[in-house]
Structures are given as structure tokens and as C-alpha cells.
């Protein structure tokens, strides 16, 4: 069956140390990845959109790869601040409709 | 300022009722769509439209309803069919449907069930 996973459990680092976050897909041959950030209690806002033939995309302290041999995308973000704590999530287009799936999130917090 | 309104923040449901969720985007878009969060949980994708008088299921439409009458509006009714509608619901909308359209979200409803 098709599948998205997403850093099984919270993530926590220190302020000023770069974050690290994994969405693994299987089953899927995506032509788009997107990643969003969900603070708690609000809908989700959109970070970035790296696609197929796309190895990296940056955007000021955030940085994607996108690796469809391993099936995986990398999520970054650089001297991270408490400010950046939020779950994020990975959404690939899938299946006959090519609509998003989204995977389950990951909770990161920066500790100041 | 341009956007996607969703109101009531918190929907109260009884039993054997239906409630209808209210969605509002000013955003042009052609696109609009209804998600479904449960805690730890990913979105789920209840049901889509792409076009005006046009809307498909989505991977767990069971037990709702929508209509797309006008562009700007998507309700969503959660039917007494919905056995399990405690959730965070989000609407979005995008220029178009596909993996490389972004999509934006509404602040989302919570519905609980008494």
C-alpha cells in the first residue's frame, strides 16, 4: 500500500543548530513535493515545492532535497530559532488524480 | 486581505444530527477542498472540487456531504452517518488541483460531539 513517513517521533535541538526532518515515501512516484508548517490549532501554511528532476530548492534558511532513488526528501532549517517550533508536514502528489497526501507531521521544538 | 475564512471555530454535534461547516475563499481560486485531522495524524482528504457544480470524493467522503453552487463557497454537512466525527477539519483551495498547485488553508473547525 502507498505510504508517507514522516520522523516517527518529536524532535527537539538546540537553539542556533540546524533541524533535520525526513519524509520517506513509499510506492508513490511523486512528481511534486511540498512541505508545510501547522502551528497547533491553525490550518497549515506552505514552506516550499521541490519537484522530480529537482535535487535541492533553499529558501532563506530552509532547505529541501528531494532523492527519488532512496524515496526520500530532507527537510532543513538553518540556525533554527524557537520561533521555528511547529509540526511539519510533507504532502506528494499521488495516485490517478494527482491529488496531495499528506504524511503524519513531525513536532519540532527549538529550545532557547 | 485575501483568504480562506472558516467558521464556527467549534461546532457542537449531537446525535442523529447533521451540522454543515462553512468554507469562504476570496482568493479566485478554482480549486477547493475539505480535510479531515485527527491528533498525531496527517491530513485525510474528504472531498475536492475542481470547478464550480463539480466535486469528487475524497479517500474518506463516508458520512459527508458538500455542494459547490459558487466559486468562493465549499460547505461541508457531517451527517449522522458519521459515526466518528470528532476531528479539526481545514478547508483549502489552490489555482488548480495537482501535486504542484500550493494550497492554502483555512484557520479550521473543530467539531466535538456531545
Known amino acids: 500500500s502507498q505510504k508517507i513517513e514522516q520522523n516517527s517521533e518529536a524532535l527537539n535541538i538546540q537553539e542556533g543548530k540546524t533541524a533535520t526532518l525526513t519524509c520517506n515515501y513509499t510506492?508513490?512516484?511523486?512528481?511534486?513535493l511540498q512541505w508545510y508548517r501547522q502551528d497547533p490549532g491553525r490550518g497549515p501554511v506552505f514552506l516550499l515545492l521541490?519537484?522530480?528532476?529537482?535535487k535541492e530548492k533553499r529558501k532563506e534558511r530552509l532547505k529541501v532535497t528531494f532523492d527519488t532513488t532512496l524515496k526520500q526528501s530532507l527537510f532543513h532549517i538553518t540556525a533554527s530559532q524557537p520561533a521555528d517550533s511547529a509540526t511539519y508536514l510533507c504532502?506528494?502528489?499521488?495516485?490517478?488524480?494527482?491529488?496531495?497526501?499528506f504524511g503524519s507531521g513531525t513536532q519540532l521544538t527549538v529550545l532557547p | 486581505d485575501g483568504g480562506i475564512t472558516q467558521s464556527p471555530k467549534y461546532l457542537f454535534r449531537k446525535e442523529g444530527q447533521n451540522v454543515t461547516l462553512s468554507c469562504e475563499q476570496n482568493?479566485?481560486?478554482?480549486?477547493m477542498y475539505w480535510y479531515r485531522q485527527d491528533p498525531g495524524q496527517g491530513l485525510r482528504l474528504i472531498y475536492y472540487?475542481?470547478?464550480?457544480?463539480?466535486?469528487q470524493k475524497g479517500d474518506i467522503a463516508e458520512g459527508y456531504s458538500v455542494s459547490r453552487e459558487k466559486k468562493e463557497s465549499f460547505p461541508l454537512t457531517v451527517t449522522s452517518a458519521q459515526k466518528n466525527p470528532t476531528a479539526f477539519y481545514l478547508c483549502?483551495?489552490?489555482?488548480?488541483?495537482?501535486?504542484?498547485?500550493?494550497?492554502?488553508f483555512g484557520p479550521g473547525t473543530r467539531l466535538l460531539v456531545l
Open positions: 510506492n508513490y512516484s511523486p512528481a511534486y
Open positions: 482568493l479566485n481560486h478554482d480549486a
Open positions: 472540487s475542481q470547478i464550480v457544480n463539480d466535486f
Open positions: 504532502a506528494l502528489d499521488e495516485g490517478s488524480a494527482r491529488q496531495l497526501t
Open positions: 521541490i519537484r522530480e528532476n529537482e
Open positions: 483549502a483551495s489552490s489555482t488548480g488541483t495537482g501535486g504542484r498547485e500550493t494550497q492554502y
